[in-house]
């Protein structure tokens, strides 16, 4: 297969300056929400997160009520913190997902009440899954006037439905079914297992159909303390929406004579896994290109296994829908050991310049950055530098000498950790955060990972944002097509990662070590303890506030227009002993807002584990208009839709003794 695009994974990083200005009602072309509908996991395929309709406004928004809930819970267990899952609105039904076997439900979008509902057949490859209840949602498309429903279960089939009744298309696979552990590579495919003894591969978003061809991701097991260094490869697929044909495959980790192949060492690309597009996918089907997002090959910590530029993980790669041909690529971490995986749907907007369109992919990262390409060409329109890093002292690693630094936009969050990052509330606590993050290395951002029990007398070493930093899954991002500004959801997390050798290590590792009690050594050459952070003086956080956060950035310009908390200060800091008679300023909640952007408002709720209220502020100006009580936190990315001249926004919500459910808010008829 030929390529085009950069001719090295250095050059991924090429610098560019394009001038902004107004924004264009062209990205209208693209939107999957004419009518009131939301068709994409998004709302559109450019994964805006928008929806045009403004019957809920500033005026009434705080008359939202609740007006139906639907048990997620009763289609199998689920566990209340995971539930992500973001309807579609096709027509008259709702198409989504629940349960650890990822059941398919079509729900009245007027009443809440299940229509139909499909399971795939018990089979033991959905127990051994790493990500049973992670789905996210489902995809839809007409094919040859047929609404098909299309989904990716937990033990990786993909099976094709059809939208008014739930029964699977005969002609697509096998009776309705592909199963896509066929096709990776040569691997052994047993009948039941699949290829879970060459690696471990699932699925945790939903396929995306771009003219005519389902493009399918793939998701592996957390990569923070793997088994040994050897999984299967995050390859993207294509494949025929009426017929479940595989069309084509882009090998993500490049076989020999392939572009990028020279950036893995030895044979490590023999071995290495992961690379793979978790996050859901974004389109423009008038270039016929599809945005794939990758993570961080095996292992998230560790890449003595693995030397080299590591193409192409943590990258984000523009495909040609129908061919798989790569059409340009840009490598946001070289090398990555910092668990910096590309966590959130690329977005598509278009913005005009002296009379120019400029056609952008907007990517926002763990790192706090976003990256705003032209996405015909992969040129940055900001430029973005690589700049020296510092460089790894563990046995066995080799860091790259540089990394991509965006210099515009300006990051969103805190990247890096020193001494005037540390909670500085009082004098006492002040010296004792000194003292608990002394034990560890601090440093600016692309601080590498270092030894538990270090000579130098360390235990580990800070990075920021960490793994749960940045902009995430849960909250992720929104843009506005009518003013050219993109929202960013963020948490100020970090990680202090410590190194221990692989055979010293005894991690519970999910599916592959099920029994706590038994003790799981791991063959990769190190490993680490962990991907969390530490706790501050006191209980309280280790880090100055906000903790979580919403920011606004003009697309026009580059510029940061606001940034406002995320909710207001909890009660565990409100009401803390050793903060008593201070006059502590909004710290936000410590979690991603979960946004969504409509042609009147931004609307947020506080995300996992915090206050179960939604929001509204003024998209220009980051003021609160109003806020709507609910019967328990938002956990992902909502939707909103019209039916029968009603608009409704539904919440996937769960905790304080409610179970996953998705709730449907609207004004008083």
Not at 15 to 23: F, K
Not at 49 to 74: G, H, T
Not at 413 to 433: H, K, M, S, Y
Request: hydrophobic share 35%; charged share 20%; net charge negative.
């Amino acid at each position: 297969m030929r390529f085009r695009g950069w001719s090295t994974w250095a050059a991924a990083a090429m610098t560019g300056a394009l001038l902004l200005g107004l924004t264009s009602g062209a990205a209208g072309q693209r939107l999957g929400t004419e009518g009131g509908e939301w068709r994409y996991w998004g709302g559109d395929e450019g994964s805006s997160r928008y929806s045009p309709l403004d019957q809920i406004n500033a005026d009434n928004f705080e008359n939202l009520e609740v007006v139906w809930r639907w048990k997620a819970a009763n289609y199998g267990p689920q566990p209340d913190f995971i539930y992500r899952a973001t309807p579609l609105k096709v027509g008259d039904k709702l198409f989504t997902v629940a349960g650890s076997r990822r059941s398919v439900v079509a729900i009245d979008p007027a009443t809440g009440e299940t229509l139909w509902m499909w399971r795939m057949r018990n089979n033991p490859r959905w127990e051994a899954s790493t990500r049973q209840n992670y789905g996210k949602g489902v995809a839809y498309a007409e094919v040859e006037g047929r609404g098909v429903v299309y989904v990716i279960t937990p033990g990786y089939y993909m099976a094709a439905l059809d939208a008014e009744t739930g029964v699977p298309i005969p002609y697509f696979g096998m009776n309705g079914i592909v199963d896509l552990h066929l096709g990776l590579g040569d691997y052994p495919v047993d009948a039941d297992r699949g290829i879970l003894s060459s690696g471990d591969i699932t699925s945790s978003s939903a396929p995306i159909v771009v003219n005519g061809v389902i493009v399918v991701g793939n998701s592996h097991d957390r990569g923070y303390y793997p088994r040994r260094p050897e999984n299967v490869p995050g390859h993207i697929r294509g494949y025929d929406a009426k017929t479940g044909e595989m069309i084509w495959k882009f090998n993500v980790v490049p076989d020999p004579g392939e572009f990028g192949h020279d950036t893995w060492e030895g044979d490590s690309w023999k071995y290495t896994g992961n690379v793979s597009a978790w996050a859901p996918l974004s389109a423009d089907s008038e270039l016929d290109i599809v945005y794939v997002t990758t993570d961080t090959p095996t292992n998230d910590y560790y890449g003595g296994d693995r030397l080299g530029g590591n193409l192409f993980g943590t990258s984000i790669i523009a495909l040609n829908a129908q061919t798989g041909e790569r059409v340009w690529h840009f490598q946001m971490v070289h090398h990555d050991i910092w668990n910096y995986d590309n966590p959130n749907a690329p977005k598509v907007l278009d913005v005009m310049h002296d009379g120019r369109l400029v056609p952008m992919v907007i990517e926002t990262t763990k790192q706090g950055w976003a990256y705003v390409f032209d996405r015909e060409t992969g040129e940055p329109v900001w430029p973005i530098e690589e700049r020296s890093v510092p460089q790894s002292d563990t046995p066995g690693e080799r860091t790259s000498p540089t990394q991509p630094f965006v210099t515009k936009p300006a990051a969103f969050e805190l990247q890096g950790v020193t001494e005037d990052d540390l909670i500085d509330f009082t004098p006492e606590l002040r010296a004792a955060a000194l003292e608990l993050a002394g034990e560890y290395r601090m440093g600016p951002q692309f601080n590498p990972p270092s030894l538990l029990n270090h000579p130098d007398g360390t235990n580990g070493a800070f990075h920021a944002p960490g793994a749960n930093g940045g902009a995430n899954i849960p909250g992720g991002s929104s843009i506005d097509p009518d003013n050219g500004i993109l929202y960013v959801a963020s948490q100020r997390g970090h990680s202090v990662i410590s190194l221990v050798p692989g055979g010293e290590a005894q991690p519970r590792l999910s599916n592959l070590c099920p029994d706590p009690a038994v003790p799981c050594a791991s063959s990769a050459t190190y490993v680490a303890t962990g991907p969390g952070g530490i706790r501050g003086p006191q209980g309280l956080p280790l880090l100055k506030p906000p903790y979580g956060a919403i920011t606004a950035i003009d697309l026009k310009t580059g510029d940061h227009l606001w940034r406002i908390p995320n909710g207001d200060t909890p009660a565990n800091i409100k009401n803390h002993r050793a903060l008593q008679g201070l006059d502590i300023p909004n710290t936000g909640k410590n979690a991603h807002a979960t946004i969504l952007t409509t042609k009147t408002l931004l609307i947020y709720g506080e995300g996992r584990g915090q206050e179960p209220i939604l929001h509204a502020v003024d998209k220009m100006t980051g003021e609160e208009i109003g806020r709507v009580e609910l019967p328990a936190t938002t956990n992902t990315a909502m939707m909103s839709y019209m039916h029968d001249g009603r608009q409704f926004i539904v919440l996937a919500v769960a905790g304080a003794g409610v179970e996953a459910e998705l709730v449907a808010l609207a004004l008083p008829n």
